[in-house]
Nanobody, 118 residues
Framework: VQLVESGGGLVQPGGSLRLSCVAS????????MSWYRQRPGKERELVAA????????TYTDSVKGRFTISRDNAKNTVYLQMNSLKPEDTAVYYCHAINRWYLGDYYWGQGTQVTVSS
């Protein structure tokens, strides 16, 4: 099983980035996909999630209207489009997959660094 994130980097405030997470080794369409982040000195927090069946999305309040999560089941990939980035979005972003039928079956990616700074 692998979750491989990419797309992180350094961006100026107000800029955009798109993170990608390619999944392998499990049935992607059976898993709810999420993006978490861990800011310096903070706990890991849920940023956005998308269900496996209906594609329903949820977001933490601080990113609503700026971030968009989406998934391409044909490519086993989940995306996080991040617009209007702020310095407080600086964090390591992690991809997470959890089985919709068994919550004990979940996986984490290795993380990708996003730094928002002028």
């Amino acid at each position: 099983v692998q979750l491989v994130e990419s797309g992180g980097g350094l961006v100026q405030p107000g800029g955009s980035l798109r993170l990608s997470c390619v999944a392998s080794g499990f049935t992607f369409t059976s898993y709810r996909m999420s993006w978490y982040r861990q800011r310096p000195g903070k706990e890991r927090e849920l940023v956005a999630a998308i269900t496996s069946a209906s594609g329903t999305t949820t977001y933490t309040d601080s990113v609503k209207g700026r971030f968009t999560i989406s998934r391409d089941n044909a490519k086993n990939t989940v995306y996080l489009q991040m617009n209007s980035l702020k310095p407080e979005d600086t964090a390591v972003y992690y991809c997470h997959a959890i089985n919709r039928w068994y919550l004990g079956d979940y996986y984490w990616g290795q993380g990708t660094q996003v730094t928002v700074s002028s």
